[in-house]
T-cell receptor
């Protein structure tokens, strides 16, 4: 069965410093992986996705993530945090299930950005 | 733009009532999903459907059922609402790609309160 573990429930950084949000997954097959962001009282927005092409994936707003099969990890990074990055971030694994694709979410990481 | 529309933003229902949550997507997607989102637990999959009249149980199906009579519409049914079903409910859809899993698009959510 597939699963996702987000290693930190809360991360706090200063504006202008790097961001690292950690995600480990387990999957029986070759999965697709996603990061979504949810700003307060807003809907979920796709940040980036990995679908077995390049292992380093670039997303919106300067975020990127690296797929490491040997470590079963898909950590999200950004070189320099901005106040507008404060939000909740979800790592998601997608796998074949039944006749379709099942998406499994991590429990989320709340990112706080301080001045 | 892909649009996933949930029929209500806010609902208040009484314990024991039968509750219907409706979701419509306009992108001809095969996959549709119902999640509930609770603080600290992330998004948990209730049911998903990969075709008309086809459904698969997710991780927390107890107390819920679903209906998909038309491709664009996926309904979540709470047969007898209970207070522990008070939550944010999110509907999503995605296309079924045989080669790559595609991302899901989410509705704005329905905040259900059961009193």
């Amino acid at each position: 069965a597939q699963s996702v573990t987000q290693l930190d429930s809360h991360v706090s950084v200063s504006e202008g410093t790097p961001v690292l949000l950690r995600c480990n997954y387990s999957s029986s097959y070759s999965p697709s992986l996603f990061w979504y962001v949810q700003h307060p009282n807003k809907g979920l927005q796709l940040l980036l996705k990995y679908t077995s092409a390049a292992t380093l994936v670039k997303g919106i707003n300067g975020f990127e993530a690296e797929f490491k099969k040997s470590e079963t990890s898909f950590h999200l990074t950004k070189p320099s945090a901005h106040m507008s990055d404060a939000a909740e971030y979800f790592c998601v694994v997608s796998d074949r299930w039944g006749g379709g694709n099942k998406l499994t979410f991590g429990t989320g990481t709340q990112l706080k950005v301080e001045l | 733009d892909v649009k996933v529309t949930q029929s209500s933003r806010y609902l208040v229902k009484r314990t024991g009532e039968k509750v219907f949550l409706e979701c419509v997507q306009d992108m001809d997607h095969e996959n549709m999903f119902w999640y509930r989102q609770d603080p600290g637990l992330g998004l948990r999959l209730i049911y998903f459907s990969y075709d008309v009249k086809m459904k698969e149980k997710g991780d927390i199906p107890e107390g819920y059922s679903v209906s998909r009579e038309k491709k664009e519409r996926f309904s979540l049914i709470l047969e007898s609402a209970s207070t522990n079903q008070t939550s944010m409910y999110l509907c999503a859809s995605s296309s079924r790609d045989r080669v790559q899993n595609t991302e899901a698009f989410f509705g704005q959510g329905t905040r259900l309160t059961v009193v």
